[in-house]
């Protein structure tokens, strides 16, 4: 019911830099925190980057003083700057997002995943 969409994934040289954008669209009352993870082939899926409601963030070690996460409440969107890019940061980007549906309780929450996004660093 909460479908999230990446863009901005892509192929680029050591050094550069990529931003991708995850918008969340469908019915819901809320978002919470909003979050990048990324899967490297035969690794499990990590979390590089968090952003709460109030915009408070924090990041994978890997990726602090590379990586901005950022988002925009009003478009429900959430990005992730990428400077600075190693091969290493080579993998599928997934966007997170948790929220409510409704303002009690009662209504329910979700926890929603985009289809993910392939970011390639060539050395």
């Known amino acids: 019911q909460v479908q999230l969409v990446e863009s901005g994934g892509g192929l680029v040289q050591a050094g550069g830099s990529l931003r991708l954008s995850c918008a969340a669209s469908?019915?819901?009352?809320?978002?919470?925190?909003m979050a990048w993870y990324r899967q490297a082939p035969g690794n499990q899926r990590e979390l590089v980057a968090a952003?709460?409601?109030?915009?408070?963030?924090d990041y994978a070690d890997s990726v602090k003083g590379r990586f901005t996460i950022s988002r925009d409440n009003s478009k429900n969107t959430v990005y992730l700057q990428m400077n600075s890019l190693k091969p290493e940061d080579t993998a599928v980007y997934y966007c997170?997002?948790?929220?409510?549906?409704?303002?009690?309780?009662?209504?329910?929450?979700?926890?929603?995943w985009g289809q993910g996004i392939q970011v390639t660093v060539s050395s």
């Open positions: 997170n997002a948790d929220g409510d549906y409704g303002r009690t309780y009662f209504s329910g929450g979700f926890d929603s």
């Open positions: 469908g019915s819901f009352y809320s978002i919470n925190a």
């Open positions: 952003i709460t409601s109030d915009a408070n963030t």
